[in-house]
């Protein structure tokens, strides 16, 4: 059974920063390219970042361009999102996800999400 589990979500001030993992199970991890995408109640889900399956290449939505870093360490079968300088828009619940094409997909697995909250 795959599984991806998020962490690291919370509470932070404008400007701040938060690091989210993604720990993935029951897959072979490193064959798949790893995404994060970002959700509000009421809203449309929103891609953030993809990386390849071997982390050479990454794809970023405008709007997190320059704060925001996706990563992978595929020997500990996790992937990353470092964020910085966070903004109150940047609060959402955040999910990640397992695919076969880095900017199209289609993503086959998700994860159950991480709520992140930034406070002005």
């Known amino acids: 059974q795959v599984q991806l589990a998020e962490s690291g979500g919370g509470l932070v001030q404008a400007g701040g920063s938060l690091r989210l993992s993604c720990a993935g199970s029951?897959?072979?991890?490193?064959?798949?390219?790893m995404a994060w995408f970002r959700q509000a109640p009421g809203k449309e889900r929103e891609f953030v970042a993809s990386i390849t399956e071997s982390g050479g290449r990454t794809l970023y939505a405008d709007s997190v361009k320059g704060r925001f870093t996706i990563s992978r360490d595929n020997a500990k079968n996790t992937a990353y999102l470092q964020m910085n300088n966070l903004q109150p828009e940047d609060t959402d619940i955040y999910y990640c996800?397992?695919?076969?094409?880095?900017?199209?997909?289609?993503?086959?697995?998700w994860g159950q999400g991480t709520q992140v909250t930034v406070s002005s």
């Open positions: 996800a397992a695919g076969t094409n880095i900017q199209y997909g289609p993503f086959l697995y």
């Open positions: 029951g897959l072979i991890f490193g064959a798949f390219v």
